[in-house]
């Protein structure tokens, strides 16, 4: 009765206060300046941080509470962006690692509850940590590895457009397998058409580096999408008519 009692207590002022302690926690100098008193906001967070813990006292214990209260929302932050939608994920991992712990603690003897609920709590922090679709390890794995083949791709491609030799067999297995070029290391015809598109593009980022005007657009990329993707046809003519002899449009 305990709990259920201090939980909704404590569900139910975090729901009133949400608004006012998120933008304290974000930027407390403007909450300040909007009106707002931070040093009563802060004291009401705190308070609600030790009728949580007063609550899960009864379930963890006093060490183990500190655990429960970090891992759930930290678990839950690799998922979105949202204030919000960080809050009610981590209520749900934090009470599905309830269930799912005291229900192991109760299915075998001498698993003590507490510690078996962190735990459970801890498995979903490292599977967010993994698998979360952005911020995990998996996703950063698969976006530098797909990074590195277009590096890999377009430092191949500026090689046959220049007449060079490409000694990086991983570029030329990438080269081999969009059917760039042949096995003996010779361009396709799409492969050569790739390879002027590449030394074009490349000759309009040096120029686009160089341009102030361009600075915001440099700034967002990474220098190896077509400028087709990013600029209005007026620019295009417009850098294509600076180009160095040689680099056709």
Partial sequence: MLIA??????????????????????DASFADVAGMRVARIDLAAMGLVLMVTV???KVVGLILIVALLIIPPVAARFWTD????VAVLAGVLGGVAGVI???LSASAPDL????????VAFA??????????????????LRHRRFERRVHLRQGLLALAQGQPIYERFTQRLLQRAG??????????????????????EARWVLLRADPSFDSLVSHHDGLSPIDHLLTPDQIAEIDGRLPKGVTP
């Fill in 5 to 26: 009692i201090g939980g909704a207590l404590a569900l139910l002022a975090s729901l009133a206060l949400s608004r006012p302690m998120t933008m304290v926690a974000f």
């Fill in 82 to 85: 949202r204030a919000g939608q």
């Fill in 55 to 57: 609550v899960g006292l």
């Fill in 180 to 201: 760039l070029v042949r096995p003996d290391g010779v361009a396709t015809q799409s492969g050569a058409q790739a390879a002027d598109a590449a030394l074009r593009d």
């Fill in 112 to 119: 003590p509850t507490g510690p078996i609920i962190v735990l």
């Fill in 124 to 141: 979903g922090f490292l599977v967010s940590l993994i698998l979360a679709p952005h911020r995990g390890v998996l996703a950063a794995w």
């Fill in 101 to 103: 712990g005291a229900g």
